[in-house]
């Protein structure tokens, strides 16, 4: 019966690995080096990535092996939510700044989205 289970889950590890590459490639289509490991999608998406790793694990019947995976790209060095306290995870800090310096630059703040609060204008 374990045989049975495993090989149904290998079966449907390689369904979902075939939709996997296909939004690899859809995305890379779409925004060329998107599934880059230096990106959060990419991070998420790629090959190595958190899909890819669950669905590993769904292939070889190592479920927990797949989860232990996903936790790593997520955590360590690198990883989509690792440090974010000091400004780390991918894309996490960039996106960040393109979004504050946008609008920045829509509302023509020259000292930031605050105006020099906490400068010893208004806060002494």
Known sequence: MLSGL???????????????DVVNDVAETVSPGATSSETTTGN?????????????????????????????????????????????????????????GTADGLLGTADGLLGGIGDGDLLG
Request: without cysteine.
């Open 44 to 100: 998420l998406i790629s090959n190595g990535g958190v899909t890819s790793d669950l669905i590993a694990g769904l292939e070889e019947g190592d479920l927990t092996g797949g989860v232990a995976d996903v936790y790593v790209d997520l955590t360590a060095p690198g990883g989509v939510i690792n440090d974010l306290a000091g400004g780390g995870g991918l894309g996490i800090e960039g996106v960040l700044g393109n979004v504050l």
């Open 6 to 20: 495993s090989g149904l889950l290998g079966t449907v590890g390689s369904a979902l690995r075939g939709v996997n």
